[in-house]
């Protein structure tokens, strides 16, 4: 099966695409190396995804932008895997993509990302989230496409009282832009759904972590800078908590959503991806602390903006609709993640 991408030289777009390629799929992978964080690191998840690491230190080598990017497309594609540089906001280059390859399938993982960065920056993220997700929708309704997953996320449920967050609760209440765009393209989803025939899963990720996890994010974050002997953010009183969800989990749901949808016809579904189990911000540091041998220097500080008290997924639905079974306890993916970052290059990790 043909299946695009976006977003695909992200985190979890490298891993979905390392383990679509092990099965009898062609890959299009769309991306805009967007400066979020450094392009060094996106090309390193790239020939991770698709075996050839043995190129990372040549094209990371090179001085500018452009030629990164020139060089990874050149050196990545073969008959299973196409690469494109491109951005969603650009209807025009992202539909000659489509009708160049016409993929059978979507899954669009593209987007800003980040609760806090999106209350500086709104309407980028309105831009980008928003308004990209519907250029893809609109070249899917125009070239007859009828398969599409989209990226949701557990921010959708904003402070929800009700726990664990259950699929059928209202998600009125966003509390962040960023949550505001995701729960956007789910209802514009619907619209899309209803009017053109387009089968689709809205999955809600939960706090995704692992290997060529982004470096903006807590544990990456606070591994790197208790390794360095620096002080930690500490947000709060260590008593807010999240439903940490280790990245083959994820990739299992995501797969887990592309067989139904194969099978299927009809489908509007909005699903939780998480592990149902909710760890504090004072336990996953000392998680973290524990895995490293090393005990964190804090810096505590109030309470962010936009930030949520609490994520915690039922998963019930997405259980008995799709199979999904998380299997990996926090502490053996922060050992899985610790491992892996210590192997890679030092002057990668800084970046």
Known sequence: MKILITGAAGFIGSHLTEELLKTDNKIIAVDNFDEYYSLDIKCRNVLESIGKKEKINFITSLKTREE?????????????????????R????????????????????????GVRPSLE???????????????????????????FIQASSSSVYGNNKKAPFKETDIVDFAISP????????????????????????QLRFFTVYGERQRPDLAI?????MI??????????????FRDYTYIKDIIHGIQKSIDYLKSNSNVYEIVNLGESHVVSLK???EVIENALGIKAKIDKLPMQMGDVEKT????????????YNPSTEFKDGIVKFIDWFKNINKDQRRI
Do not use: Q
């Open 68 to 88: 990164k990017i020139k060089h990874l497309v050149l050196n990545s594609s073969n008959e299973n895997y196409k690469l494109y540089y491109c951005d969603i």
């Open 90 to 113: 650009n209807k025009n280059e992202l539909e000659k993509i489509f009708e160049k390859e016409r993929p059978e399938f979507i899954i669009n993982l593209a987007g800003l990302a």
């Open 121 to 147: 920056k709104p309407l980028e993220y309105e831009e980008v989230n928003v308004r990209g997700t519907m250029n893809i929708l609109e070249i899917c309704k125009k070239l007859g496409i009828k398969k």
């Open 178 to 201: 960023y949550a505001a765009t995701k729960k956007s393209c789910e209802v514009i989803g619907h619209v899309y759904h209803k009017l053109y025939n387009i089968d689709m899963f």
């Open 220 to 224: 990456y974050k606070f591994t790197k």
């Open 227 to 240: 390794l360095e002997g620096e002080k930690i953010p500490f947000y709060g009183d260590g008593n807010t």
């Open 283 to 285: 336990e996953m540091v």
């Open 312 to 323: 915690y997924a039922d998963i019930n639905k997405a259980k008995a609709l799709i199979g």
